[in-house]
């Protein structure tokens, strides 16, 4: 399989991009690495990154940013900086990504636990998480070609556990394995319009 893994040389996109890359052709794409260069919140930078790389098999994603901080401290711009990355980031990938898809191909995207357990000063962040996850269901039942469109919403992982483990009190992050298995039953099963949560 032709497999595009956008993120692919971040905290968890290392790790799924390792796994992928024992049995498929992977490419990685990144904002400042990777062997294509892309800024998802750019619809031109995505038009151009599929014109680089031509038909997939798999497009999976795992990047796009939100601003995190006390509800009363963001800006209406603060806002838009999630809703173009890892809002519309994500819609575009797949409304202009379902066009270089091989039948059958899948588009895996991500969001993470805030959209469902939200902690402090993530207004933002937990809103595009939502909106994605609504996304995703909607969008694929329009896919045709046997396209299919699904979600990896992961907990805090173990990596990135001493980052972020004061805004997450008590939280009990979730294996590099867990959340890498969910990226590859997108990939390689069968599941469609689906949203895999991955808790510890
Ligand atoms: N870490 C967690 O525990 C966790 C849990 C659940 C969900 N998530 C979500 O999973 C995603 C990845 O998280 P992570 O911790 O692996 O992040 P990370 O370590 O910061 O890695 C993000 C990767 O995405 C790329 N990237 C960021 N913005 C981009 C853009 N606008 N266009 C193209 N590439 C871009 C970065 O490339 P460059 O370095 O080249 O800029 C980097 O390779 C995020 O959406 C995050 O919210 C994370």
């Given at each position: 399989m032709k497999i595009l893994i956008i993120g692919g040389n971040?905290?968890?996109?290392k790790t799924v991009t390792e796994r992928f890359k024992a049995?498929?052709?992977?490419?990685v794409a990144g904002r400042s690495s990777g062997e294509v260069r892309v800024d998802i919140s750019s619809s031109e930078s995505i038009e151009m990154m599929f014109a680089k790389?031509?038909?997939?098999?798999?497009?999976?994603?795992?990047?796009?940013?939100?601003?995190?901080?006390?509800?009363?401290?963001?800006?209406?711009?603060d806002f838009y900086i999630g809703i173009r990355s890892k809002m519309m980031g994500?819609?575009?990938l797949v409304r202009i990504g379902k066009e270089y898809m091989n039948d059958g191909g899948s588009i895996t995207l991500t969001t993470g636990i805030l959209a469902d357990d939200p902690v402090d000063m993530t207004t933002s962040a937990a809103m595009v998480n939502g909106a994605i996850q609504s996304f995703t269901k909607a969008v694929a039942l329009e896919m045709d070609r046997?396209?299919?469109?699904?979600?990896?919403s992961a907990d805090l992982v173990e990596?990135?556990?001493?980052?972020?483990?004061?805004?997450?009190?008590?939280?009990?992050?979730?294996?590099m394995r867990k959340v890498t298995d969910a990226y590859v039953k997108c990939v390689l099963g069968k599941i469609n319009g689906e949203i895999l949560r991955v808790r510890a």
């Open positions: 971040g905290t968890i996109g049995d498929h052709d992977v490419i790389i031509g038909k997939l098999d798999a497009i999976v994603n795992i990047a796009g940013d939100a601003k995190w901080d006390k509800f009363e401290n963001l800006s209406e711009e994500q819609v575009n046997g396209i299919r469109v699904n979600v990896v990596d990135a556990f001493e980052k972020y483990k004061d805004y997450f009190p008590g939280n009990t992050p979730v294996s």
